[in-house]
């Protein structure tokens, strides 16, 4: 078997395998005042949150061009490769992996697998980094895919939002649970349940929603009870996200954080200022 990885921008990928040889990346577009941004080729995450400041629409998405994906998967298949594992954003929040399962068999002569991630951003780059490495030591398919269901199946994430309406209008929540937020004044607490953005818990101050989060994390952690891969991932919001490691770290020091961001598209649905906590076993 010839492998290749093939996922899409929204991926935070560790800079030790952004260029590895078996990786390919499909670009996801953001369009801002009109102007249509490739993620990770016209536009980074510093940049775009600066140009989201001073836009005077509501940026938008869309989905990856299943033509371009087609395109890359012949590409691959004529550079060798027999088999190919597409793993790609939450089925949840966007249509792509559901209509790439519909146009994969009219691949000839490349096994192309569509997987489902259930969620983006950091935790899909831990399963893109999982299976390059299992792939490099000569795992089979069947004990590669099992290691992302494991990933995938641990995988906890939870996150705080400046903004609902964010959300809402990008179609990712429902506008009720929105206007809840804003007449109560609360500041929620998000979570991803089987792909998909919901309210967990209604808290009354940011103060009190992020203790809540270090909370569940500290379970979370006790829960496991084996090597966890614990992550913050912000929105143009650094210096909050290196508070909250600290004072996890402080609780507990065996574990681990890392520090992410969230790029273009993510950043477009959860707005400036988002803070995301996600924990799986490692």
């Not at 990928?13 to 990786?23: Q, R, S, T, V």
């Not at 069947?142 to 906890?156: A, F, G, P, V």
């Not at 500290?218 to 290196?242: K, Y």
């Amino acid at each position: 078997m010839k492998l290749a990885i093939v996922t899409d921008s929204t991926a935070f990928l560790p800079e030790k395998i952004k260029n590895h040889p078996d990786l390919s990346i499909i670009p996801i577009p953001v369009i801002l005042d009109g102007q249509l941004y490739n993620e990770g080729i016209d536009i980074e995450a510093d940049a775009y949150y600066e140009l989201l400041k001073n836009s005077k629409e509501f940026p938008t998405t869309s989905q990856p061009s299943l033509g371009e994906a087609l395109e890359l998967y012949e590409e691959l298949g004529k550079k060798g490769y027999d088999t190919i594992l597409s793993i790609h954003l939450s089925s949840g929040i966007s249509g792509f992996i559901e209509n790439l399962a519909g146009v994969t068999n009219t691949i000839e002569g490349i096994n192309v697998i569509p997987y489902d991630s259930k969620i983006t951003s950091t935790p899909m780059g831990h399963m893109v980094e999982a299976a390059l490495d299992l792939s490099e030591k000569g795992a089979t398919l069947e004990e590669i895919i099992e290691k992302l269901d494991t990933i995938r199946d641990s995988l906890q994430v939870y996150f705080i939002v400046e903004d609902l309406n964010n959300l809402a209008r990008g179609g990712r929540l429902t506008n009720g649970a929105a206007l809840v937020a804003g007449l109560l004044k609360i500041k929620p607490v998000l979570k991803f349940d089987d792909g998909k953005i919901v309210l967990f818990e209604k808290i009354r101050s940011s103060k009190k929603a992020f203790a809540r989060i270090e909370d569940i994390i500290g379970q979370q952690i006790d829960f496991f009870n084996a090597p966890v891969r614990l992550t913050i991932i912000h929105g143009n919001n650094l210096e909050i996200a290196l508070e909250e490691k600290a004072k996890i770290e402080a609780k507990h020091p065996e574990v681990s954080i890392e520090i992410a961001h969230f790029g273009p598209v993510i950043g477009t649905h959860l707005g400036e200022k988002a803070i995301g906590f996600t924990i799986s076993l490692a």
